[in-house]
């Protein structure tokens, strides 16, 4: 049944040495080399999981995640209209920036940037062409999904009578915070963004209880450092977008076309190269050793088998 359920028209899976053999990838960190190649195996199992999900759930998933990004900037907004200029008022606003990462993370929801370093490690591991389809696939379908969930977000916080003038005037201000960036620094901030990203990713595995606060830690830095991110400030920049302050030109350039490179980069490029470099030859290395002990084994079973018959 299993077989028959692998052949199905709409499956997909990855191509891997695992999956070649009929195996699961090892993340016992007792029978890795060291606790950096238990945390990239585990990484890597749950790029292969995201890379083999069907398109309409990860779809409907990314829409959520757009949605849940909308809360960033609610409470990044209504923090700054009561907060005022009272000290530390400043620290208290940015981590409602938080708040829509701890959302999508905590919930399972799709988010782009997080896919960034997770669904690539398994293409760095077997960098063939089918692997890079699925991983083409599963940005494309995240990207898209993300960002008509953040246009839904900023429909609803524009249209709908939820929030009073002085809280649409912080979001504006917030927004137009972004927009002032060209286009160069708008990339740049992208990448250290990315990066972060990554890195929060990497921490997962091993924060066990203490991850929502890994999530708040690493997403307040991007927040305070303002920080380019194509999935948050696409619910900042359409905010513009939908009540006339900007043309759909201007969010495409300078705002999403660079800050999706730069997260891109940062995320995979740098980061993941980096993650994937520090632990492929301690992969490979005993790879090497268990063939190698695997021919020896058979090498002594033919050896017993032969002195057996003589």
Do not use: C
Not at 98 to 113: E, P
Not at 138 to 161: K, Q, R
Not at 226 to 239: K, Q, R
């Amino acid at each position: 049944m299993a077989q028959q359920n692998k052949n199905q028209p709409d499956e997909v899976e990855v191509e891997s040495e695992e999956n070649e053999q009929g195996k699961d990838i090892e993340v016992d960190e007792e029978e890795l080399p060291s606790a950096a190649a238990a945390i990239h195996e585990q990484i890597r199992q749950d790029g292969e999981k995201e890379l083999e999900r069907d398109s309409m759930a990860l779809l409907w998933s990314a829409v959520a995640a757009g949605l849940s990004m909308g809360a960033s900037l609610m409470a990044k907004g209504i923090f700054q209209v009561h907060l005022g200029d009272i000290p530390g008022g400043f620290l208290l606003e940015n981590l409602g920036y938080t708040f829509g990462f701890v959302i999508v993370i905590m919930a399972r929801q799709q988010l782009f940037t997080e896919n960034t370093v997770t669904a690539v490690l398994p293409i760095m591991h077997k960098p063939t062409g089918s692997n890079f389809l699925l991983l083409f696939r599963l940005w494309g379908i995240v990207l898209i999904g993300n960002i008509v969930g953040t246009g839904l977000a900023a429909l609803a916080f524009n249209h709908m009578p939820i929030f009073d003038d002085a809280t649409r005037d912080a979001f504006t201000h917030i927004s137009e915070k972004v927009m002032a960036n060209p286009p160069a620094e708008m990339f740049a901030n992208a990448v250290v963004s990315g990066w972060i990203i990554a890195t929060m990713v990497w921490m997962f595995p091993s924060a066990g209880a203490a991850k929502i606060v890994v999530i708040i830690m690493m997403t307040w830095l991007v927040a305070l450092g303002d920080l380019a991110h194509i999935v948050v400030g696409s619910v900042e920049v359409l905010y513009l977008v939908f009540n006339g302050s900007i043309s759909w030109h201007e969010f495409f350039w300078p705002f999403a076309l660079p800050t999706l490179a730069g997260n891109i980069i940062g995320g995979t490029f740098i980061f993941a190269l980096i993650s994937h470099a520090q632990i492929r030859n301690e992969i490979s290395q005993k790879a090497k050793a268990e063939a190698a002990a695997k021919k020896r084994r058979a090498e002594r079973e033919k050896q017993s088998a032969e002195n057996s018959q003589s």
